[in-house]
């Protein structure tokens, strides 16, 4: 990190909260039930039926978001393990909006264990790509040719944070042009 970078959580909405622990409770169930038939059902399907929420619950997790951090040059979505990186170069705007995954279809993704993750759509934006745990806190990124969605703890002052880095990365690109 930088100088300039600063670090914002990833809270969880109470719907968040409640939609993972009901899946953790179904997805544990469905494994004691496959358990518990594990000698009436060929080995193979047994294997695989046992293995599906385990894959499930892995995946969830690895996808989950952790927190953002906000740099010179990027965005940086915190995940289990790994990150993403959605560039400053070609933001176009960044802008607050409590409602807007209202109403929103799943295209493919997660719905809620341990985060909303994936590709989104409805009618105020179209298709979106989401990294959020806290809809409420929405911040939505545009892109000339995409738009994505986080939730920092702080939409405020991360929306203030990055339209002030925006200025700066354009004021620099700006003057690079001048002096070449």
Known sequence: MTALSIEFRAPWSKTLRVASAFSVVILALVFIAVLSTASEAPRLGWLGLLALPLLVLAGSLLC?????????????????????????????????????????????????????????????????RALATDPSRAVVLRYPKRTVVITPHDPQHFIVRARTLMKHARFAHATRGISA
Do not use: C
């Open 64 to 128: 989950m978001v952790r927190g953002y951090v906000l740099s010179e040059h990027a965005i940086i979505v915190k995940r289990l393990g790994w990150t993403t990186h959605l560039p400053l170069a070609g933001l176009q705007s960044v802008s607050g909006d409590a409602e807007i995954m209202r109403r929103s279809l799943r295209i493919f993704g997660n719905g809620g264990l341990f985060s909303f993750t994936g590709e989104f759509w409805n009618r105020r934006l179209g298709r979106y």
